[in-house]
């Protein structure tokens, strides 16, 4: 079964800037989809944007025009290029394929805040 290892959270300032990476310790080449999700505090973890293998992204609407999903097969990892970050973008960040079929890794927090 894939492993999934988040990284690249941290605390930053409202309209301040992360990208986060995730790592898979198998080929996600096979995957038809892949996708960044999040988990804020007494929330639901929700889907905030997918990439297929074509490489067609989709995004929440409240993350839209702000984020940015990539992937790179050769490498099995997928990235999430967040901008213009806002104080309800704090939560804690997954990623996993879509639909979900791979244990939830750690995550990776992301706290925006001044």
């Known amino acids: 079964q894939v492993q999934l290892v988040e990284s690249g959270g941290g605390l930053v300032q409202p309209g301040g800037s992360l990208r986060l990476s995730c790592a898979a310790s198998?080929?996600?080449?096979?995957?038809?989809?892949m996708g960044w999700y999040r988990q804020a505090p007494g929330k639901q973890r929700e889907l905030v944007a997918g990439i297929n293998s074509g490489g067609t992204t989709n995004y929440a609407d409240s993350v839209k025009g702000r984020f940015t999903i990539s992937r790179d097969n050769a490498k099995n990892t997928v990235s999430l290029q967040m901008n213009s970050l806002k104080p309800e973008d704090t939560a804690v960040y997954y990623c996993?394929?879509?639909?979900?079929?791979?244990?939830w890794g750690q995550g990776t927090q992301v706290t925006v805040s001044s």
């Open positions: 996993n394929t879509r639909p979900v079929t791979a244990s």
């Open positions: 198998l080929s996600i080449f096979r995957f038809a989809a």
